[in-house]
Structure formats: C-alpha cells, structure tokens
C-alpha cells in the first residue's frame, strides 16, 4: 500500500494548525478507509526554511509520496483525495500543487508562470504550470527520484516566485489540481525583486539594494 507523508508548515506561530490539523484528519481518514494509501502527518516547525530539513527526516521512513500543507489553510472538502487523485490519473509522474484563495477568492498561493504569475484552475482537469508554491502540494518520490540532489528540489528561483527550477531541468510534470483547495487569511507580500510585474532591470536594481543597504 503506497505511503503518503503529509508534512504540516508551521508558517508563523501556531493559530490555526489545531483546525487544519483536525481536517486534514478527517480527510484522511475518509480515504485510509478505503485501503489505496496508509498516512503519516508531521509537523514542520522551522517553516519555509525548514522544507529541506522536514523532508530529510520524514523521507527515511520510505514515503512514496510528500504532502506539503500549511497550517493556516481552510482545506476545502476533498482536497487530499483531490490531490491523489489527480496524481494516479497522471500515473504519479508529476508534482501536483493546489490552488489557495483569500476569503475575498483572489488566488494567493498555487501554479505559477515561468515568471511568477499565478495561473487560473480549471474546475474539472489538472493544467500545466512552469513554478509552483508549496501552500498545498503534492509530490511523488519519483520527482525526487529525477534530481541529481533531491534537496535541489526546495531551490527557489532567485527572480521569481515560486519552486520547481531545478523540477524543470529534471523534465518532471508540474500540475495545478482543479478547482479552489484551500482559503487563507494570510497576508503575502512578495518580495519586489521578485513581483512578476517588474522588468528585469527593476529586478535587478531592488536585489542589489536589499543586499548593500
């Protein structure tokens, strides 16, 4: 039976992990009771920083598949089952990521362009995508599989929002799950350097200040 590891980020503090804990739970209860996957869930305590770390822990239990959540998510119903899902129809060959709105339902977390634009879902298929945020994802350990350094997978791009960079060189699929899978009321602020707005040039120019300021 194919193991699911579902790795909790802490993101600021802990309000509001008790309540996605709780359904994410529900959730896998529902399908662990159907018999296709067993489930762990752990908790990644040093936040974004601490993906690389969480994931070299958790990977020597032989996982065959990572489940990346953050703690503040409202998950919509049947967001893992979603998820795997999806992954089975694309024959586990591909990093699956999910779509996360504000309240207001503008899209805050999810696939993205090469430049770091966030992408539409579509309501009934996965569509493809170049990055990806790691609010909600799910990753087959045939992706890691694929890296010459499979911690190369938690590189970000220095210019544009988003992971994946090193996913891209590798040839490995990167999906956005249909439909809307989770609500935060996280505020996000991208850093300017890295606003898919920006030229290259305004890129530049607010990299070099953060750095020598």
């Not at 579902?6 to 399908?31: F, P, W, Y």
């Not at 220095?158 to 009321?185: C, H, N, Q, S, W």
Request: hydrophobic content about 40%; charged content about 25%.
């Amino acid at each position: 039976m194919p193991k699911v590891a579902i790795i909790i980020t802490i993101k600021e503090g802990d309000d509001g992990s008790a309540g996605c804990l709780e359904e994410c739970q529900r959730q896998v209860d529902a399908i662990a009771a159907e018999g296709k996957y067993s489930f762990s869930i752990f908790l990644n305590d040093e936040g974004e920083g601490g993906f690389a770390v969480a994931w070299e822990k958790v990977d020597k239990g032989g996982e065959d598949f990572f489940l990346w959540i953050d703690h503040d998510l409202n998950l919509s119903e049947g967001a893992i089952a979603c998820l795997l899902e999806n992954s089975e129809f694309l024959r586990h060959k591909a990093v699956i990521t999910g779509t996360v709105t504000r309240p207001d339902r503008s899209l805050v977390f999810g696939g993205r362009t090469r430049r770091g634009r966030l992408l539409e879902p579509d309501p009934v298929i996965p569509v493809p995508c170049h990055l990806f945020d790691m609010s909600i994802t799910l990753v087959p350990g045939y992706a890691f599989s694929c890296l010459e350094t499979p911690i190369d997978f938690f590189r970000g791009s220095l210019l544009y929002y988003g992971y994946g960079k090193k996913v891209v060189k590798a040839g490995v699929a990167r999906m956005i799950a249909p439909g809307i899978l989770g609500v935060t009321g996280r505020n996000t602020e991208i850093p300017a350097w890295k606003d898919p707005e920006s030229t290259l040039r305004e890129k530049a120019v607010w990299l070099f200040r953060s750095i020598f300021k």
